[in-house]
């Protein structure tokens, strides 16, 4: 992609790239030069218009008519000739959902799906979700030592994600290796070679979304959020349309299940490489809440997300032609000083951590927010009380490299079972 007309390409625009390691390591960290000399640029390299600071990042979600979201799932990287022909061959048509889809359609579908998000019934799943922690942590207590990725932190998410939606639970392992497909199809780089691979495994799961939907509609006694839309599709099949049904059967067993595995991860590692205030929150679980909130802040799990400009539109002092695309990196406007007070320091007792954008801001904000917090929650909950003295492992941590779902592929911690508090009062 070139340059637009006039607008000459910083060096540091020219060279910026989310794929490569720096941003993969620390997003907020490798657009501090950005936030700080060049807050909107083009990227050449991505042919995106990439913006970094907080209140220009707050705009853009606060207009979702000049910014539209149609682009929010779009492949990233354009699919190749061959990946293109194994998707066809799969009728592979994922369209809009919501987080995707414009006005007035969006709202239309939203207020008709909110009910499965009241205080209520996200209540009524928290006795599944505590259940589903113990038995794992139930699994490991004795071992000592633990990857905590590959023990718990994706499958109880997945689980919970599968029972909220009311998906009957199937092959978790295959549903784990889809999620990774989507997310490198939507929002990484694969090579040429890689490009086939992903696009059988991408092809796969719309076919096998298919199925469970046509499962559970031809059982329409089952209950949860999919059975909602399965509902709505037959009362206002123009306002819940089919080929939505098929899309978001899709889409949220990804959005409901990564995007907590990876956050309830980060916050792990962030508070297990700070001893004193893993103790603090063990002292007191009060504060976990505030803990949590503070990790989505400073090391969310969604880092980036797009818009497309649909008309002209200045964005801190730079016109963004229409047609312009936007990688709204929400990572760094999560540590902009101008918003946060020492932006990079994990303070548990700020007062305004609940301002951060990992849940994206206005109409589309995250409808799950709030289910996504309880898991997190829990996790911390039974972590402190039960294996109070764990401890981080020295290890490299690896990313699935891409520009917006962002947590380690592993995290080793160990523990001495002999000092276990049940062990020692039981
Ligand atoms: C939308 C992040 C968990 C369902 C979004 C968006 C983000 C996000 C960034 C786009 C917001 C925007 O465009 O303004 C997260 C994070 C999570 C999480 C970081 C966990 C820590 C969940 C869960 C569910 C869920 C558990 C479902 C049960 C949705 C839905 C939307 C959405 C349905 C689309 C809303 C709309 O466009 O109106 N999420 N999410 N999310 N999320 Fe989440």
Redesign the pocket.
């Known amino acids: 992609a070139l340059a637009p007309d006039g607008c000459p390409v910083s060096p540091r625009a020219a060279a910026f790239d989310p794929f490569e390691r720096p941003y993969q390591l620390d997003p907020a960290e490798a657009l501090r030069w950005s936030r700080e000399q060049e807050p909107v640029f083009y990227s050449p390299r991505l042919g995106y218009w990439v913006v970094s600071r907080y209140d220009d990042i707050k705009a853009i979600?606060r207009d979702n008519l000049t910014f539209s979201?149609s682009i929010?799932l779009e492949k990233i990287t354009p699919a190749s000739r061959e990946a293109q022909a194994v998707l066809e061959s799969y009728d592979y048509g994922m369209n809009r959902?919501?987080?995707?889809?414009d006005e007035p359609a969006?709202m239309a579908r939203?207020r008709e799906l909110l009910e499965a998000?009241s205080p209520e019934a996200l209540e009524a799943h928290a006795p599944v979700v505590r259940r589903l922690v113990r038995e794992k942590l139930d699994a490991i207590i004795d071992r000592g030592r633990a990857d905590l990725v590959a023990e718990m932190f994706w499958e109880v998410?997945l689980t919970v994600?599968l029972h909220?939606?009311g998906v009957p639970e199937e092959d978790m392992e295959q549903l784990r290796r889809f999620s990774v497909a989507h997310t490198l199809n939507t929002w990484g780089r694969p090579s040429p070679e890689q490009q086939v691979e992903v696009a059988e495994g991408v092809g796969k799961f719309w076919q096998y979304s298919g199925e469970v939907l046509r499962k559970m509609q031809a059982r329409p006694e089952g209950h949860g959020?999919m059975y909602d839309m399965i509902e709505k599709n037959r009362q206002k099949p123009d306002v819940v349309t089919d080929n939505y049904l098929h899309s978001m059967m899709m889409a949220?067993i990804v959005?409901?299940?990564e995007?907590?595995a990876?956050?309830t991860a980060n916050a792990f590692r962030q508070l297990l490489s700070r001893p004193e205030v893993w103790t603090d929150l063990c002292d007191n679980p009060a504060l976990i809440p505030a803990a949590a909130e503070e990790c989505?802040r400073h090391s969310?799990?969604?880092v980036a997300?797009r818009r497309i400009a649909t008309r002209d539109a200045e964005v801190g002092g730079v016109t963004i032609p229409e047609g312009g695309k936007i990688l709204m990196v929400?990572a760094s406007a999560n540590h902009d000083p101008a918003h946060f007070e020492n932006p990079d320091e994990l303070d548990i007792y700020r007062d305004n951590a609940v301002d951060h954008l990992?849940?994206?801001?206005?109409?589309?904000?995250?409808?799950?927010?709030n289910?996504?917090?309880m898991?997190?929650r829990i996790f911390l909950e039974e972590f402190t009380r039960r294996l109070p003295h764990l401890e981080l492992e020295e290890q490299e941590f690896t990313f699935l490299p891409n520009t917006s779902f962002r947590g380690p592929e592993a995290l080793w911690v160990r523990w001495d079972p002999a000092q276990n508090p049940e062990r020692r009062d039981p």
Do not use: D
């Open positions: 979600f979201p929010a959902t919501l987080v995707n889809e969006h939203r998000f998410p994600a909220f939606l959020w949220i959005a409901a299940h995007t907590t990876l956050a989505l969310g799990s969604v997300w929400t990992t849940f994206g801001y206005g109409s589309h904000q995250c409808m799950g927010k289910l996504g917090r898991e997190m």
